[in-house]
Nanobody, 124 residues
Framework: QVQLVESGGGLVQAGGSLRLSCAAS????????MGWFRQAPGKEREFAAT????????YYADSVKGRFTISRDNAKNTVYLRMGSLKPEDTAVYYC?????????????????WGQGTQVTVSS
């Protein structure tokens, strides 16, 4: 089992940048694929980015491709989401999630472990 704690959210103007971090407990972090999802008020949770165990494969939602970068440091048990060129429509609670399956999944149902979320608000 893994426990996840996100940090780094906040209020930023449109066009600005933020870096989210997700710290994982335990010493098997490198056995998990890691994902970032987000949920805006009144909307379903949606995929943003995911990264494989080794960090060798990454996938992005079309809505964030070219603006967001997911990365991980297995020595620090941490996954990051660098967000740039932020837009008001990026406003949401951002969650990191962990999954041990073979598939690097882009849907929330695949992920067994979730953090508590961190709020990102982008003002226009």
């Amino acid at each position: 089992q893994v426990q996840l704690v996100e940090s780094g959210g906040g209020l930023v103007q449109a066009g600005g940048s933020l870096r989210l971090s997700c710290a994982a407990s335990g010493h098997t972090f490198s056995s998990y694929n890691m994902g970032w999802f987000r949920q805006a008020p009144g909307k379903e949770r949606e995929f943003a980015a995911t990264i494989s165990r080794s960090g060798g494969s990454t996938y992005y939602a079309d809505s964030v491709k070219g603006r967001f970068t997911i990365s991980r440091d297995n020595a620090k048990n941490t996954v990051y989401l660098r967000m740039g060129s932020l837009k008001p429509e990026d406003t949401a609670v951002y969650y990191c999630a962990a999954d041990r399956s073979i598939v690097v999944a882009t849907t929330p149902d695949w992920y067994a472990y979730w953090g508590q979320g961190t709020q990102v608000t982008v003002s226009s």
